[in-house]
T-cell receptor, first 111, second 115 residues
Framework: GQNIDQPTEMTATEGAIVQINCTYQTSGFNGLFWYQQHAGEAPTFLSYNVLDGLEEKGRFSSFLSRSKGYSYLLLKELQMKDSASYLCAVRGPNQGGKLIFGQGTELSVKP | DSGVTQTPKHLITATGQRVTLRCSPRSGDLSVYWYQQSLDQGLQFLIQYYNGEERAKGNILERFSAQQFPDLHSELNLSSLELGDSALYFC??????????????FGPGTRLTVL
């Protein structure tokens, strides 16, 4: 079966660092994606990991451990505009580009 | 702006009716994906087309069907609509089907309300 778990919500302070965790149990693995989604808007791509390790992209970094079925998204120097839902998604092998999404983590950034 | 367009933006209809949602992928993208997002279910994959052919299928209801045309735009048809079909329907596109870092670009969505 397919199961992706993320915390439902998190709160952090402007300027701080926050880590959003994602664990997955899927039948096969061919990459993990992180997307950001503001309420009522389209998800936008943040990062992609297929090999173990850390991928850094400006204020955002994403880490993957395939043996542990675990990923995290790290957001540094938080800004108010980072308040959004963060979606973890896994792509399985031999399934085209199909993405299985977690329920998303609602992040609130407070001043 | 992702470059993916969807029409209409909003759709209000009654139970039992049929609707068609339309999607135009980014220029050059061959793959189109349809997702449904409701409050209690999150973002759910429905179906993928690649260059006109069905490539992957999710838990798409038999009342729903899709196709991709020679110009690569896609349509999602929803029939015998039920209240529970009310949701945001997103279309996404990508260059290939499942290559490395095959980022999917999402359109703005169609909000369907079934009354």
């Amino acid at each position: 079966g397919q199961n992706i778990d993320q915390p439902t919500e998190m709160t952090a302070t402007e300027g701080a660092i926050v880590q959003i965790n994602c664990t997955y149990q899927t039948s096969g693995f061919n990459g993990l994606f992180w997307y950001q989604q503001h309420a009522g808007e389209a998800p936008t791509f943040l990062s992609y990991n297929v090999l173990d390790g850390l991928e850094e992209k400006g204020r955002f970094s994403s880490f993957l451990s395939r043996s542990k079925g675990y990923s995290y998204l790290l957001l540094k120097e938080l800004q108010m505009k980072d308040s959004a839902s963060y979606l973890c998604a896994v792509r399985g092998p031999n399934q085209g580009g199909k993405l299985i999404f977690g329920q998303g983590t609602e992040l609130s950034v407070k001043p | 702006d992702s470059g993916v367009t969807q029409t209409p933006k909003h759709l209000i209809t009654a139970t039992g009716q049929r609707v068609t949602l339309r999607c135009s992928p980014r220029s050059g993208d061959l793959s189109v994906y349809w997702y449904q997002q409701s409050l209690d279910q999150g973002l759910q994959f429905l179906i993928q087309y690649y260059n006109g052919e069905e490539r992957a299928k999710g838990n798409i209801l038999e009342r729903f069907s899709a196709q991709q045309f020679p110009d690569l735009h896609s349509e999602l048809n929803l029939s015998s609509l039920e209240l529970g079909d009310s949701a945001l329907y997103f279309c996404a596109s990508s260059l290939t089907s499942a290559g490395m870092n095959n980022e999917q670009f999402f359109g703005p969505g169609t909000r369907l309300t079934v009354l």
